[in-house]
């Protein structure tokens, strides 16, 4: 079946499979790799992604029921000179990643519950990212940088030191 999807802002058309994954388009068809496939049962939030501005486990969809939508993946967060999101910067000053499986789902589920309560309490974050998964216990640091991105802390929005 031939399947159209805005990614990023771009439209991506493609004959696929009519059981093929909203997160397989991604990787396969245009080519964005961040989107990681963790456990393909939608336990562990790797794959999460932005699907017409809300937060979806993109294994759980398939790509057909994308057709003619927007999907907002961790790649399209950034400017297009290159600014990461407010949410990315936080991510990277608060040392909320770790090995970094984890951080591209756990970005976008972050990005969107910022979208719709844009001052969380700390326990608002912890449930909005019980969803994801992060292997290497990076909890604590991951809802600190969710918080400092909610305050828009200097930190969260400083620019990177040279050479990083």
């Known amino acids: ?27 396969e068809q245009a080519g964005l790799t961040a989107t990681n496939v963790g456990c393909d049962t939608s336990s562990c939030g790797a794959c999460t992604v932005l699907l017409d501005g809300q ?11 994308a057709d003619g939508r927007e999907v907002v993946t961790v790649e399209g967060l950034a400017t297009s000179s290159g600014e990461m999101h407010p949410v990315q910067r936080a991510f990277r000053a608060e040392h909320g990643l770790q090995c970094g499986f984890c951080t591209p789902g756990m970005v976008m589920a972050a990005v969107s519950l910022l979208t719709e309560n844009a001052s969380p309490t700390e326990e608002e974050v912890r449930s909005a990212l019980e969803g994801n998964l992060c292997r290497c216990t990076g909890y604590h640091n991951i809802v600190r940088a969710v918080l400092a991105a909610a305050r828009g802390d200097a930190t969260a929005t400083a620019a990177p030191a040279a050479g990083q």
């Open 1 to 27: 079946m031939k399947v159209t999807v805005t990614v990023n802002g771009s439209q991506v058309a493609a004959e696929v499979e009519d059981r093929t994954l909203l997160v397989h388009f991604v990787r």
């Open 55 to 65: 937060s979806v486990k993109s294994c759980t969809v398939l790509a057909a029921q």
